[in-house]
């Protein structure tokens, strides 16, 4: 089964095409990176997988179920079988970091505080921040607030995992602590889409990727794939990120 | 040739005033559907109806204090011209609870409140804060707009009493020291000319200013784009929208309690 499939979408911003007409299947329990230069549209490819973009033209679908179409309660229940993890982390800065991880468990279950106090603090020892638990958002370096923010993300062991840009800003120690984590995931049978321009990473990450380009798919495949690509902006991209 | 420019100049300037405030009309409509729909966000509430009311008393309270004593002083020196001083406690009591205190505690609040819910989820709209609340499926607009706005009609009513009361007692404050007038004899004279009629639909006027106050900078900080720029601009532009709504709105809310409640004269 595919976990996410893009069928023919398409979407402007004003003038600006984004996206241009784009397909992609990614199997379930696979990690997927859609790689490319900064402004090429992954982001907003992402984007359109948990329902915050809509397409101007074609369709999302998430575990079959096709994303366009949902809204209020439906849209909602298919959101609770993902996990996004922001390329800011996106904290609520209002919250301690704790509670930031609790914020899904409080929403969507009715567990009781203890237990989900206990499993938060189990969430985020995953990601060595089990320390942290009753820190603010503010209090911690970006690294630690990307991990934290993978903690929220992980907090109802979804089926898929969205992550934007997970290296961004980060020293290269913190980078790839942030890869295992990942990793780590993926092996735990979560669907993966990574939106990066790393290469490094996503060798690491990744079973299949696709590299964007002005909105359009030059080439998708395995690594393989992209290493032997003879289109010339592809070698340039995977030249440039030291691959290869 | 340049007149047609400035003519497309202004229709573009007069179309996007409309734009806008169908915006918000549309906004706040959306709201009041919102508010009747399950969940209903409790804890939200009541957090804000903290926020929003037990933290703005000590301003709303003193400034009343404030506008207690200076109302005295001043009709003390108006009245003394006419031998009407025991008349002092009725006309502060009446000028307070009908009109000085509720739109003061609206623009004071406007201030206050509208500039931090217009920050606040203006901030939150460029940290992608909002977007993290849907993608763990929230409704953002519910839990951040809708509660906001039922917390400050509930909060607003009940200010608008404080700052009366506290008024109320400022004029005391400034009567006893004068006269020496006793704290039963003043608040005798302060409502006995005082009706229901005066103090509830007066009151109750500001759960439409509380509404107006939410939903503007609720409005505009959901809109917020261009950075800490952005925030800054919704959180000035949040005062000035909802002070501006608050006055015009209370040009029409006092028309209508006129026709319900018209004013006895003599």
Redesign the interface.
């Known amino acids: 089964m595919n976990a996410v499939r893009f069928e023919h979408v398409s979407k402007a911003f004003g003038t600006l095409k984004v996206l241009d007409d784009i397909s992609f299947e990614i199997p379930a329990g696979q990690a997927f990176c859609l790689l490319g230069r900064s402004g090429t549209g992954k982001s907003v490819a992402l984007?359109h997988i948990?329902?915050?973009v809509r397409p101007d033209r074609g369709n999302v679908f998430v575990e079959d179920r096709d994303i366009t179409t949902l809204a209020g309660r439906e849209?909602?229940?298919v959101?609770?079988h993902?996990g996004?993890l922001?390329?800011?982390a996106?904290?609520?800065?209002?919250m301690s970091v704790g509670d930031n991880v609790a914020?899904?468990m409080r929403?969507?279950t009715d567990w009781s505080d203890a237990d989900i106090r206990e499993r938060a603090k189990s969430k985020l020892a995953d990601v060595g921040l089990d320390h942290e638990f009753d820190k603010m958002p503010g209090d911690l370096s970006g690294g630690m607030k990307k991990r934290a923010g993978l903690a929220?993300a992980m907090a109802l062991d979804p089926a898929i995992l969205?992550v934007d840009e997970p290296s961004a800003g980060l020293d290269p120690m913190t980078a790839g602590e942030i890869d295992e984590l990942l990793v780590k995931t993926k092996r735990g049978g979560t669907t993966l889409v990574v939106v990066t321009h790393n290469i490094p990473s996503a060798r690491v990450i990744g079973d299949g990727f696709a590299v964007l380009h002005e909105g359009r798919i030059l080439v998708s495949g395995t690594l393989e794939a992209l290493d032997a690509s003879e289109e010339p902006l592809v070698q340039a991209f995977m030249r440039a990120q030291g691959g290869g | 040739m340049q007149q047609v420019a400035v003519v497309d100049r202004v229709g573009a300037g007069v179309i996007g005033f409309f734009e806008f405030v169908g915006a918000i009309a549309t906004f706040g409509a959306r709201a009041v559907v919102e508010a009747v729909r399950p969940p209903y966000e409790l804890r939200e509430i009541l957090t804000h109806i903290y926020q929003f009311g037990y933290r703005s008393a000590p301003l709303i309270l003193t400034a009343g204090l404030a506008i207690g004593i200076v109302l005295s002083m001043h009709t003390r020196a108006s009245l003394e011209r006419f031998g009407a001083e025991a008349m002092i406690p009725a006309g502060l009591a009446i000028a307070l609870i009908r009109e000085t205190g509720p739109l003061t505690a609206g623009l004071l609040v406007a201030g206050r409140v509208g500039a931090g819910i217009g920050a606040?989820i203006g901030?939150?709209k460029v940290?992608?804060?909002i977007?993290?609340?849907?993608?763990?499926?929230?409704?953002a607009f519910k839990y951040l707009a809708v509660t906001r706005i039922i917390a400050l009609m509930i909060a607003m009513p009940l200010l608008t009493i404080m700052m009366d009361f506290s008024g109320i007692l400022g004029g005391y404050v400034a009567e006893a020291a004068v006269s020496g007038m006793s704290w039963q004899l003043y608040f005798e004279r302060a409502f006995s000319y005082i009706a229901y009629s005066d103090i509830i639909p007066a009151t109750l006027k500001t759960i439409v200013f509380g509404y107006l106050i939410a939903v503007v900078s609720s409005y505009l900080g959901f809109t917020t784009s261009r950075g800490t720029e952005g925030v800054g601009e919704a959180s000035t532009r949040s005062v000035v929208m909802a002070s501006m709504l608050i006055i015009l709105s209370d040009v029409i809310l006092v028309k209508i309690i006129f026709f319900f409640y018209p004013p006895v004269s003599g």
């Not at chain 1, 996106?90 to 209002?94: E, G, P």
């Not at chain 2, 993290?132 to 409704?139: H, I, P, Q, R, S």
């Open positions: 984007r948990v329902g915050l849209l909602a229940d959101r609770k993902m996004f922001f390329q800011n996106a904290l609520f800065d209002s914020f899904p929403r969507h929220r969205l | 606040e901030a939150m940290t992608e804060q977007d993290a609340l849907e993608a763990n499926a929230v409704d």
